[in-house]
């Protein structure tokens, strides 16, 4: 039986071998992609009496040409069409540029139907479309809502309606229902045709709703689906390393650590733990509050892979914490006699050699890197365990890599900024995740203050405070997003007023990302050993550096900066017993920026931080777009929807392991339906 939605787009009138290469290019090619071609926004195109207009609003209107057209030319082809209408005994101004030739047909008399921008002051419409009602030729937006989809240069959104409305005409009736009955009842969603069907030109509002709530469900469950089907597949395939770890051996390691694991740091570690041990690689993310601990975890694990037989590799994203990880890790470890070793850009070619040369014969259990550690040459024995620092830079392409090289290690992402769950299900649903979500005893919280620029003094005299009883402070320097050149005058600026300020007294450190690695290290060093009192930064002290006397931390033009941002740098300090200050200097103009300002001062809890983050901007701001790693979606919307997100991740899970789901007649529709994915292409059979 052949579906008569996957004709190409030609079948429909209007279509002919050009326009389907302009739809194309929108990436609809059968008639099914067009029908799936959902629009992005509406244009209310329903008449409404002046009255109800607001200021500035779009609004449509229909009313009678009253007296004379005038036109007024300026430039060479620019003119600006006045002509008065009556509207509900009002008369109102349109107005039409560069349409001169419009002036001919606006005869008194006429009855016309007037969409655009209306100013309630001066009582006037800027018209952006127009059609005179006394033609009989009747247009097929007056008075309805119409939708207006994404298009390319070629191609109208009035084309693209049309054909879709020929579509739904021709082919409406060949829109399968794809999701399973009971799923359809629990959630009582419309079935699939009337869902599209209202999604492109709803019959009223609330069909328009119920419409785009079933397209969004299903959106969110298919992705789910194959999420969870690439998960499930994973796990089965057992091509990853079943380490013996010897567990006792384990315990003892952590009985001699310097300090008790918080209650949270025992759960992720058995969670860990156990997928290493497991036939399956591990594909789990570890996500854990700024200062919670996560570290001390990685060190664990990797103690554990060593203690199994296999080696180990840490990858973060800056040689800086490259060094602070090495050395925390050698003060663990080597006490066990395990070999560690840091492979550093600042290497000489020599020490690279032998680093290199000992992970190949395994004399190096541990190694501590940035990236390029597993995408050079670099060969080892048996690589056991991989951990990332901050996830989002390792993916999909350095797994190829490993499993290029015959490797099937565990993997482990590790990641400072926390990810509200729904988010992190949606963003890393193929990936298992733990949470430290408690801090080590004894924390107090970061006591933050939102000041303006103008009490610089008064936070100096601060400074000096917390210095004078022996604390070490952070400065971020005030940030120019466009000048990376600018932003180290004003690191420089600030430092040499610092300097001077605390002359004879303290001293001022500077950092930034054009220092060379060996001066970097050197500031931090020496800042680490509180040599350095005061350290004023670029943002480049941002991620997981570890210095745990140090107690106030102020940052220049914090409405700069993103929220998560922020915490990340408040989370500098606060990370030992005393009483630590975050000082924001800001004047946000905006609300949203205040608004930013005052969850900073209100909350120290980073999971808050992003939940309410996500709440005031949305996903794709909070993680950044590129990085974000977050999948579009057409129809839902992962902060709107994130409840319909986790019902749509259950019920996916619960499909997906059952076997009937891959051969039931049941599900045949939904199969049909997925196999149009690569993925699943293989996978379906029938
Ligand atoms: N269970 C614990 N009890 C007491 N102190 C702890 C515990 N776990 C970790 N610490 C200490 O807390 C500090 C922060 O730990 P760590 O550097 O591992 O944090 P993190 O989770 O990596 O945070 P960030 O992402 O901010 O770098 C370190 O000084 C560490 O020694």
Redesign the pocket.
């Known amino acids: 039986m052949s579906d008569p939605l996957q004709q190409p787009v030609t079948a429909i009138k209007g279509i002919g071998a050009e326009r389907a290469l302009d739809l194309a290019s929108l990436d609809i090619h059968t008639i099914q992609d067009l029908l799936e071609h959902f629009p992005y926004r509406y244009e209310d195109y329903r008449v409404r009496s002046l009255s109800e207009a607001e200021d500035g609003e779009k609004i449509t209107i229909v009313g009678t040409v009253y007296g004379e057209p005038v036109v007024r030319f300026y430039g060479k082809s620019k003119s600006r069409l006045t002509v008065k209408v009556v509207v509900d005994r009002v008369v109102v101004t349109a107005i039409w540029f560069n349409r001169h030739f419009l002036k001919q047909q606006l005869r008194a008399g006429r009855e016309i139907m007037l969409s655009g921008k209306f100013e309630q002051a001066r009582l006037q419409i800027t018209v952006s479309e127009h059609h005179f009602l006394d033609t009989n030729k009747k247009t097929p937006q007056q008075g309805s809502i119409q939708p207006v989809y994404s298009t390319t240069a070629n191609l109208q959104v009035k084309q693209i309606r049309r054909w879709i409305e020929e579509a739904l005409k021709e082919y409406g009736g060949a829109i399968e229902e794809i999701l399973p009955e009971n799923l359809m009842r629990k959630y009582k969603l419309v079935p699939r045709a009337d869902a599209i069907r209202n999604i492109h030109f709803p019959e009223s509002v609330a069909a328009g709703k119920q419409g785009r709530r079933r397209l969004a469900f299903e959106e969110l469950f298919l992705f789910q689906l194959k999420l969870q089907a690439y998960h499930a597949m994973n796990r089965r395939a057992s091509d990853g390393v079943a380490q013996q770890i010897p567990i006792e051996q384990v315990r003892e390691f952590i009985r001699g ?6 209650g949270a ?1 025992k759960r992720v570690v058995k969670e860990i733990l156990e997928d290493m041990q497991a036939e399956y690689s591990m594909n789990r993310l570890l996500q ?11 060190a664990i694990a990797l103690y554990a892979t060593v203690a199994a037989g296999f080696q180990g590799a840490l990858m973060v994203p800056t040689e800086i914490l490259a060094e602070q990880h090495y050395a ?1 890790l050698k003060e663990l470890l080597v006490p066990h006699r395990i070999e560690i070793a840091l492979l550093s850009g600042s290497a000489t070619v020599r020490q690279r050699r032998d680093i290199l040369a000992g992970l190949q014969s395994g004399l190096i259990h541990i190694v501590i890197g940035t990236h390029a550690l597993i995408q050079e040459d670099v060969y080892f024995r048996n690589l056991g365990l991989v951990i990332t ?1 901050e996830q989002h830079r390792f993916g999909v392409e350095q797994r190829r890599v490993l499993r290029e090289k015959g490797l099937h290690p565990d993997v482990l992402f ?1 990641t ?1 900024t926390p990810i509200p769950r729904t988010l992190a299900i949606t963003a890393f649903g193929d990936m298992d995740v733990s949470t ?1 979500d408690e801090l ?4 107090k919280p970061v006591e933050t203050y939102w000041v303006k620029h103008d009490m610089l003094d008064r936070i100096l005299a601060f400074m000096q405070k917390e210095l004078d009883t022996g604390r070490q402070a952070y400065v971020i320097s005030p940030l120019i997003e466009e000048s990376e050149k600018l932003d180290l005058q004003n690191a420089m600026d600030v430092h040499a007023q610092l300097s001077h300020y605390f002359a004879g007294k303290y001293n001022v450190g500077l950092m930034h990302g054009r220092l060379p690695a060996k001066e970097k290290d050197d500031v931090m060093q020496r800042f680490s050993r509180g040599e350095v009192h005061v350290l004023v930064s670029t943002t480049v002290v941002e ?4 210095v ?1 006397n140090a107690s106030l931390m102020v940052i220049y033009d914090a409405e700069r900066f993103g929220l998560a941002q922020l915490h ?1 740098l408040r ?2 300090v606060g ?2 017993a005393e009483q630590s200050y975050c000082i924001l200097i800001a004047d946000p103009k905006s609300e949203v920026g205040k608004e930013r300002m005052r969850i900073m001062t209100e909350t120290n809890d980073g999971f808050e931080v992003a939940r309410r983050d996500l709440e005031l901007r949305g996903p794709g701001d909070f993680f950044g777009t590129k990085q974000s790693g977050l999948p579009e979606f057409k129809v839902a919307d992962v902060v709107q929807d994130y409840r319909m997100l986790e019902v749509a991740r259950q019920e996916a899970a619960e499909i997906v392991g059952l076997p009937v789901f891959w051969v039931g007649p049941e599900y045949a529709p939904l199969r049909r339906y997925l196999k149009r994915d690569d993925y699943f292409l293989e996978k379906i059979k029938d």
């Not at 854990?288 to 990685?298: C, E, L, P, Q």
């Open positions: 650590l310097p300090f008790p694991l918080t740091q854990g509050d700024v200062g919670s601990g996560k570290t001390i975890v990685a925390t620092d590790m400072a430290i080590p005893a004894g924390r991620v997981g550096v570890n745990p990340q989370g500098r990370r030992g």
